[in-house]
């Protein structure tokens, strides 16, 4: 962040300077969410504030009635007061006010410096508890510790695992520099894992999530690397002659899948996770790319113009032939599977207009998941209940996300009106 | 040299023990023919050679000033107008085997980022075969593409969209 000008100031204003770049909000760098639509059902929710809640550098209740809101399947209702973990919940009068579900908690400060945060969740028709957690944080991880309370609520009342605690990267480009950005889902927290003046493109991450393949054109050429994040380490893990792009992990993190034009036309190849050599998987006189494995590692889907324009197809993760997955329209690509094998999201122009669909594999049925016109790679959220994709709104690149029904809707968009790009939404880590 | 010092000493020695006498000289040993080596003349360290350092005729060719080959919409064949441009490359770079070239392609803005990768990459590839087919090695090519990541001309309509679709002839 720091750029040479800066330090030719004058002395005056130099420590100023300096002072104001230490205190610049790193940690609110964030993105901007606007919500437009919700889902068909909602469940309500009282969410109280939490006992001594000011012990946190973040509100945690405020955190959580964030997350679900922005859920779409939770109508949350303020009790507009503070109910500590150990409240004794009037369940009638709850549900006369019209919530199904009560959450109260309390946070103390440990004398280690750590947050400690209790939380209960009540279920007003059962008349019953139904989770109660403690759980302590540095407090640089209070957003963290909120959104692990708010995935437990959420798993709680509709059985899906939360995504709240998941993190997204993406590629923003502003002005002429290109970043990696990987942020909180929620969208907060955004840090450059790499700043470049050259295009990033596909970025990846790797099942344990604390990897991203992605595809740079710093060297004049596109070439595939892995960023390990924590170290910011980056290995070069593909560049053959000719393109090497659209990297995509095996479920085990073992292997990637990737795209290379060696051989005069694009075609899939597979590579150790560190590199070495490639060994071809396709061998069609076509472009086949964008490779995809199935959560259970069987099979690859991929994009192939082999019919004569660009299709979705599956074949074996060892190669093979190839079965035709989508025949409606004469333009699909970016095939991604859903976390349970069963869903494929991708996108498809029809009218010139590209926008992403949803396929159901075993019955074929299909749903156009947007209205707008420019929509790109889809990414599956780690439970499968939403997609986020790339769009453009107001002549920006942007980040939508829409829940697989189609009725949740909410935009992703950077303060500064630079492009956002390329999502790719994390896994739930342990 | 050895042989020419013991001859000398052989010489020298057969000289003294003859004494005053009268004694038959040997003949004198065969001096091998050796190729006379002239001894360089002296440079004078002073001077200085000018030098005129010739253009490559990169630089100068008119036609090799074009490096762009432009493409239309779904096309990656090379069209007509362009064939010279690509022809007096290929003969540059038959004339020149140390030269090596990166052929980049591109396109326009519409369409997914992987999939208009590949779509550059035949606009890249379709240089290349051309050259290769006019004598050029391997081994001073490389296709590679853009894709849409690059764009030139940077409007949403048919005159920037035209610009895009393009293959460059990057001289490494």
């Known amino acids: 962040m720091l750029t040479l000008k800066r330090f030719f100031l004058t002395a005056a204003t130099a420590t100023f300077a300096v002072f104001g770049l230490l205190s610049a909000p790193l940690a609110q760098a964030q993105l901007r969410i606007e919500i437009s639509g919700v889902g068909s059902t909602q469940i309500p929710i009282a969410i109280a504030n939490f006992a001594d809640e000011a012990q946190a550098p973040e509100q945690i209740s405020a955190i959580i009635k964030a997350d679900l809101t922005r859920s779409g399947y939770f109508k949350v209702i303020d009790t507009g007061s503070v109910m500590p973990e150990n409240t004794s919940v009037n369940y009638s009068d709850w549900k006369a006010r019209g919530a199904v579900a009560v959450v109260v908690g309390s946070v103390q400060r440990l004398a280690d410096g750590r947050i400690d945060v209790r939380y209960r969740l009540f279920d007003t028709v059962k008349a019953a508890q139904l989770s109660g957690l403690s759980l302590a944080m540095p407090p640089d991880r209070a957003r963290l510790l909120a959104h692990n309370l708010a995935d437990d609520i959420y798993e709680k009342l509709t059985g899906a695992p939360g995504v709240f605690s998941t993190r997204i990267a993406y590629v923003t480009k502003s002005g002429r520099e290109y970043r990696l950005d990987i942020a909180d889902a929620d969208g907060y927290n955004a840090i450059p894992a790499r700043r470049s003046r050259e295009p990033i493109i596909s970025p990846s991450w790797s099942p344990d999530g604390r990897k991203v393949a992605y595809v740079t054109f710093e060297h004049q050429k596109p070439m595939i690397y892995v960023q390990d994040l924590p170290t910011g380490t980056s290995t070069q893990v593909a560049n053959f002659k000719g393109n090497n792009s659209a990297p995509a992990w095996s479920p085990d993190g073992s292997r990637l899948a990737i795209a290379l034009s060696l051989s005069g036309n694009t075609q899939i190849y597979m590579v150790n996770a560190n590199g070495g050599s490639a060994q071809r998987l396709t061998n069609s006189s076509g472009i086949d790319t964008e490779p995809r494995f199935s959560p259970d590692g069987q099979f690859i889907y991929f994009t192939s113009d082999r019919s004569g324009g660009p299709q979705i197809y599956r074949m074996s993760v060892n190669g093979g032939p190839a079965q035709r997955v989508t025949f409606r329209g004469d333009y699909n690509i970016s095939p991604r599977i859903s976390p349970d094998g069963k869903t494929l999201a991708y996108i498809s122009r029809r009218d010139n207009q590209f926008q992403l669909y949803t396929l159901d594999l075993a019955g074929a049925q299909e749903l156009r998941m947007t209205d707008t016109a420019k929509d790109e790679s889809p990414s599956f959220a780690a439970n499968g209940r939403y997609v986020m994709y790339a769009t453009s709104a107001g002549g920006h690149g942007t980040l939508g996300v829409v829940s697989i029904d189609g009725s949740v809707k909410y935009q992703l968009t950077t303060q500064a009106g630079d492009d956002i790009r390329e999502p790719t939404w994390g896994p739930i880590m342990k | ?172």
């Open chain 2, 1 to 172: 040299m050895r042989k020419i010092s013991a001859l000398s000493l052989a010489l020298a020695s057969t000289v003294l023990f003859a004494g005053c006498h009268t004694t038959k000289l040997e003949e004198k040993p065969k001096v091998e023919e050796k190729p006379v080596v002239s001894e360089p003349a002296p440079v004078d360290t002073r001077k200085v050679e000018t030098v005129v350092a010739q253009p490559d005729e990169l630089n100068t060719n008119p036609a090799l000033a074009k490096r762009s080959v432009y493409f239309d919409f779904d096309k990656y064949d090379i069209k007509d107008e362009y064939k010279p441009t690509v022809e007096a490359h290929g003969k540059y770079l038959g004339n020149k085997k140390d030269r090596k070239v990166l052929i980049q392609g591109n396109t326009d803005e519409r369409g997914g980022s992987e999939y208009n990768l590949a779509l550059g990459q035949k606009r890249a590839e379709a240089v290349r075969k051309s050259l290769s087919v006019m004598g050029v090695a391997d081994s001073q090519m490389e296709a590679v593409s853009f894709g849409k990541e690059k764009p030139k001309a940077t409007g949403h309509d048919e005159a920037s969209w035209a610009e895009n679709r393009r293959a460059d002839l990057v001289y490494q």
